[in-house]
């Protein structure tokens, strides 16, 4: 957080959990405690909330964590998804969604709880925001098939006009990140 706290799923007793602690400091503090697996957290740019997934109600699902109120809200969404990932501006999430074989980079407003989805393919992740908001950064992979393919690819996607760009690098890449 950008207070210093660290954030992070922990497996206790084989249950995953999320708790935080304070950089040097001893203590930690669970947030979660639910018989279930709560993992891939992000932390809002503000640190004042975590996304993170959750299989608690028997499937997959992305929940808004106020860590102020400890009040847990979940992100109606629909399928398999995971990677959540905060818009500079705390007031939406993008994500990976798998659903009939494919990957999507989509884009869920938390006000209104719109999603759209904003990329396809057979495989997309890591969705990761530019800094202006607008556009965001994520690592595609094209399929296997032995003699190619299944190399990692960075490409970016305008949200305005939903333009793609393939990074131009001369070798595989994966794993994207912005310096804010």
Known sequence: GPDGTLFYSKVVEGNTDIYSARIGA????????????ETELNVSPDGTKLAYITDAPGYLQMVVHDLSTG????????????TPAWSPDGKSLAFTRQ???????????????????????????????????????????????????????????????????????????TDPSWVR
Not at 29 to 35: C, D, E, F, K, V
Not at 71 to 82: D, I, N, S, Y
Not at 116 to 129: A, Q
Request: proline share 5%.
């Open 26 to 37: 001893t203590r930690e503090n669970r947030l979660t405690a639910a018989p279930s697996i």
């Open 71 to 82: 009040q847990r809200q979940p992100v109606g969404l629909r399928g398999r998804f995971g």
């Open 99 to 173: 659903s009939g074989g494919t990957f999507s980079i989509g884009v869920i407003d938390l006000e209104t709880l719109e999603d759209r989805t904003v990329s396809t393919s057979y495989f997309e992740e890591n969705p990761v925001w530019a800094p202006n908001g607008k556009v965001l950064l994520f690592e595609r992979d094209a399929r296997y098939t032995g003699s190619g393919g299944g190399e990692g690819s960075l490409w970016q996607v305008d949200l305005d006009t939903l333009h793609l760009y393939r990074i131009p690098l001369s070798s595989a890449a």
